[in-house]
């Protein structure tokens, strides 16, 4: 997995720390998170009695899974959390599925946990598991009064170094097919898209964007 460290780059102007979360930290991470893919989140985690905002905040605060603190990078301005995302590989993957798994488990109860794993099989048609040598970016969102500011850039271009400093052969997402502005920020740091990707619950009457894979060769 990705060793982070901390790291200081200009934005707006000022300085803009990215780091690893911290338990402690300020901001709207949970709803930052969120505002990565709402229809996603909607469609896994959502109940009749849980929105997905309950559970991305009991995950974030138990720092273990996709949305745990414990595996988050952040940018911090100001003191306060700004963006945020989940860098892994193909071996971090394994790791990080169990502790989501278990966090659901504990969240929704024996009972109330069955709905969410039928809507989780169909996940993979619209993500993609990574490869040992590929890093993969997930949870990636940015204040919404601070899009288009640079912030976004400033934490891609920070972890594509990173990535090509550990000796990963590949950089990589997967991007909604309705998010045509988020395609255009990857492509302008070099990403392509490699694969049109269809989501597969529609024939169950299930729905959610398609997307598309997209890599970059480091």
């Not at 590929?134 to 891609?156: D, H, K, P, Q, W």
């Not at 097919?177 to 989501?199: D, Q, W």
Request: proline share 4%; charged share 20%.
């Amino acid at each position: 997995m990705l060793k982070e460290r901390e790291t200081n780059l200009p934005a707006q102007e000022r300085l803009m720390e990215i780091r690893p979360a911290k338990s402690s930290d300020s901001g709207n991470i949970a709803e930052l998170m969120y505002s990565a893919g709402p229809e996603l989140y909607d469609f896994l985690y959502k109940t009749s009695k849980k929105t997905a905002l309950d559970y991305i905040r009991y995950e974030l605060a138990s720092g273990k899974g996709f949305c745990g603190h414990q595996n988050l990078t952040v940018a911090v301005q100001d003191g306060v959390v700004v963006a945020t995302g989940c860098f892994y590989d193909g071996t971090a993957y394994q790791q990080l599925l169990k502790g989501s798994m278990a966090n659901m488990f504990k969240f929704y109860g024996p009972l109330g946990i069955w709905p969410v794993l039928a809507r989780s099989k169909h996940l993979g048609s619209v993500m993609t598991t990574p490869r040992r040598s590929e890093l993969y970016l997930s949870n990636f969102g940015v204040s919404s009064t601070l899009r288009g500011t640079g912030i976004g850039s400033a934490m891609l271009k920070s972890r594509i170094e990173l990535a090509r400093n550990a000796g990963y052969k590949i950089f990589s997402l997967d991007v909604a097919t309705t998010n045509p502005r988020a395609e255009a920020l990857y492509c302008s740091h070099g990403l392509r898209v490699v694969k049109e990707k269809t989501f597969t619950g529609k024939r169950a009457g299930m729905t959610l964007p398609n997307s598309r894979k997209m890599e970059l060769a480091l």
